[in-house]
């Protein structure tokens, strides 16, 4: 399968916990957004990665969130002491390189809900 | 202002009958301009791509670009139960790829 992987598909956490969300690009893709969807609500962009940089965290809470692209293995994106408000959909998506002119294809999506 | 303005709908329309949906974004310097189709529970899926002003033909969708007026669209022909879904206009600028929130279409067998 040569599309963008997400896992785990489904995650439940307690209060407190740590999430992990992991997603892997499509092959040739080297750009990954994240993405979060609430209930009812549309894609907000979360952060723009490139291996090893970030390229435009602008969506991304300013605490308890992180996102990494390391230059192996899949990007990441931790939620430190999530709470009930972090109970989303979580989608990844990946483009093959940077500027207009490019297309971006989702993952199936990492739900996370918070107990 | 949001960066891509939808009405969230919900649209409904007859087995057969033409869906049309609109979307208008905010930065004149936007240079592509997509349609992605969601299911309810699934993640989006890209249904058409545009980047010069006119009309682009792909089966029974056609996507519509305006530069001037800041506008997207994409009708839908002889729509089927199958299309039901939100659909998401999404804009890419510098960065970024925004998303209006949906419109939610129902096709009535």
């Known amino acids: 399968n040569a599309g963008v992987m997400q896992n785990p598909r489904h995650l439940v956490r307690r209060r407190g916990q740590e999430a992990r969300l992991r997603c892997s690009p499509m092959k040739g893709h080297s750009h990954v957004y994240w993405y979060r969807q609430l209930p009812e609500e549309g894609l907000k962009f979360m952060v723009y990665?490139?291996?090893?940089?970030?390229?435009?965290e602008s969506g991304m809470p300013k605490e308890r969130f992180s996102a990494e692209f390391p230059k192996e293995g899949p990007s990441i994106l931790r939620i430190q002491q999530v709470v009930r408000g972090d109970s989303a959909a979580y989608f990844c998506a990946s483009s093959p390189n940077r500027g207009s002119g490019n297309t971006i294809y989702f993952g199936e999506g990492s739900w996370l809900t918070v107990v | 202002q949001k960066e891509v303005e939808q009405n969230s709908g919900p649209l409904s329309v007859p087995e057969g009958a033409i869906a049309s949906l609109n979307c208008t974004y905010s930065d004149r310097g936007s240079q592509s301009f997509f349609w992605y189709r969601q299911y309810s529970g699934k993640s989006p899926e890209l249904i058409m791509s545009i980047y010069s002003n006119g009309d682009k033909e792909d089966g029974r969708f056609t996507a519509q670009l305006n530069k001037a007026s800041q506008y997207v669209s994409l009708l839908i022909r002889d729509s089927q139960p199958s299309d039901s879904a939100t659909y998401l206009c999404?804009?890419?600028?510098?960065?970024?790829?925004?998303f209006g929130t949906g419109t939610s279409l129902t096709v009535i067998p």
């Open positions: 999404a804009v890419n600028t510098g960065n970024q790829f925004y």
């Open positions: 990665l490139q291996k090893e940089n970030i390229i435009d």
